[in-house]
């Protein structure tokens, strides 16, 4: 069955950096469109970032740009999300996405179960 496993969430303080992981099975991976999404409680879920299986696009929200930058490995089905320069209201729940076109909407075919990152001093 498809599966999107997070991983690397955590504490971290100002400023600091984390590196999460999103490793896929299930699907043919290789044709799918990625994207980090993120929910802080009380708050719709948003985009954090989207990219283009054909390499026909990378989207990031505008808060994030500069800081954060997602890459993908297609021989170990992995996508990751290196975050840098982290800020308090960058505090949510993250979840990696998987969908056959590109959309910055999170209406996602497949979605992980999310891995908690605080930034907090």
């Known amino acids: 069955q498809v599966q999107l496993v997070e991983s690397g969430g955590g504490l971290v303080q100002p400023e600091g950096s984390l590196r999460l992981s999103c490793a896929a099975s299930?699907?043919?991976?290789?044709?799918?469109?990625l994207g980090w999404f993120r929910q802080a409680p009380g708050k719709e879920r948003e985009h954090v970032v989207v990219?283009?299986?054909?390499?026909?696009?990378?989207y990031y929200r505008d808060s994030v740009k500069g800081r954060l930058t997602i890459s993908r490995d297609n021989d170990k089905k992995t996508v990751y999300l290196q975050m840098n320069s982290l800020k308090p209201e960058d505090t949510a729940v993250y979840y990696c996405a998987a969908h056959r076109f590109l959309t910055t909407d999170p209406i996602y075919e497949y979605w992980g179960q999310g891995t908690q990152v605080t930034v907090s001093s």
């Open positions: 990219a283009s299986w054909s390499g026909g696009g990378t």
């Open positions: 299930g699907f043919t991976f290789v044709y799918y469109s």
